[in-house]
């Protein structure tokens, strides 16, 4: 099992930078591969990016392709997602999730965050 709390969520103008983190406890933290999701008013939840065990291998949604890049660091238990070029459409709760395994081929996202308010203003 494995607890996972997100961070750095907060206002921001459109085109601006932000940096979310996502602490896991648990000492098993590099066996999962790691993912972000993101949940805007009204709308159901979406896949935003995802990130293997070692963070060698990573994978976007294309509607953040170019702006949003994901890393982990291990021996701290965390994972990030650096958002910039943000735009009013990606204001949403962001949560991050631990997957069965570490491939980034893992298809189970099994232990999520409470999530953190990204909003965009434009």
């Known amino acids: 099992h494995v607890q996972l709390v997100e961070s750095g969520g907060g206002l921001v103008q459109a085109e601006g930078p932000l940096r979310l983190s996502c602490a896991a406890s648990?000492?098993?933290?590099?066996?999962?591969?790691m993912g972000w999701f993101r949940q805007a008013p009204g709308k159901e939840r979406e896949f935003v990016a995802k990130?293997?065990?070692?963070?060698?291998?990573?994978e976007y949604a294309d509607a953040v392709k170019g702006r949003f890049s994901t890393s982990r660091d291990n021996p701290k238990n965390t994972v990030y997602l650096q958002m910039n070029s943000l735009k009013p459409e990606d204001t949403a709760v962001y949560y991050c999730?631990?997957?069965?395994?570490?491939?980034?081929?893992?298809?189970?996202?099994?232990?999520w965050g409470q999530g953190t308010q990204v909003t965009v203003s434009s």
């Open positions: 999730a631990a997957y069965r395994g570490g491939s980034i081929y893992s298809s189970q996202a099994a232990y």
């Open positions: 648990g000492r098993t933290f590099s066996t999962y591969a």
């Open positions: 990130i293997n065990w070692s963070g060698v291998n990573t």
